[in-house]
């Protein structure tokens, strides 16, 4: 199994730019999940879909961060317009059940910088 | 709302225990994750209480309290491998929200 796949691994972008953030799940796993830490504030739940429905997006920052996952296999997290605040790694995790309920296998993650 | 607690940083000698704390308020609590994270790395799963006590998987341990509010993971003979950030994650509400502590930096010395 090839694990949770997140591209880019790395983004260097301008402030003002639209930055699209891709994940595909492990195979067979129903639940994704968005994070973004940073030193500051550590490991935080951005968005997460159960079925492909997104459940409880009230970790999403504010009306330039949107999730998308049109199918099983695949998701984006878009940030527009992006701001050097943004600057943070983002995880993208899946799991076999229901959130919580079963060990979430993060991908690599996406460092990015916003200048 | 949910808060968790955990020190910032620890120290211990190779082949020593140490013990991480975590103390955690959480409404509609259903269980306890601890996560390790290396530097650079993605967080992997250690371990998952849900009842009260000690369960143990080789060199790692977990214990959790649920009257307390209070876990702790073990780590025995510990390895220079060992050093990274150790995440203690709650588990809550009828979806089972994570909500992740800030971590504990192990650094583990010769």
């Known amino acids: 199994d090839a694990g949770v796949i997140q591209s880019p691994r790395h983004e260097v972008t301008e402030m003002g730019q639209e930055v699209t953030l891709r994940c595909k799940p492990i195979s067979g796993h129903n639940s994704l999940f968005w994070y973004r830490q940073t030193m500051m504030r550590g490991l935080e739940l951005l968005i997460y879909?159960?079925?492909?429905?997104?459940?409880?997006d009230s970790g999403m920052p504010e009306d330039r961060f949107s999730a998308k996952m049109p199918n099983a296999s695949f998701s984006t997290l878009k940030i527009q317009p992006s701001e050097p605040r943004d600057s943070a790694v983002y995880f993208c995790?899946?799991?076999?059940?229901?959130?919580?309920?079963?060990?979430?296998?993060f991908g690599p993650g996406t460092r990015l910088t916003v200048l | 709302g949910q808060n968790i607690d955990q020190p910032t940083e620890m120290t211990a000698t190779e082949g020593a225990i140490v013990q991480i704390n975590c103390t955690y308020q959480?409404?509609?609590?259903?269980?306890l994750f601890w996560y390790q994270q290396h530097a650079g790395e993605a967080p992997t799963f250690l371990s998952y209480n849900v009842l009260d006590g000690l369960e143990e998987k080789g060199r790692f341990s977990s214990f959790l309290s649920r009257s307390k509010g209070y876990s702790y993971l073990l780590l025995k003979e510990l390895q220079m491998k060992d050093s990274a950030s150790y995440l203690c994650v709650s588990s809550s509400g009828g979806y089972q929200k994570v909500t992740f502590g800030t971590g504990t930096k192990l650094q583990v010395i010769p």
């Open positions: 959480t409404s509609g609590f259903n269980g």
């Open positions: 995790a899946s799991s076999p059940r229901d959130l919580g309920a079963d060990t979430q296998y």
């Open positions: 879909f159960n079925n492909n429905v997104p459940i409880d």
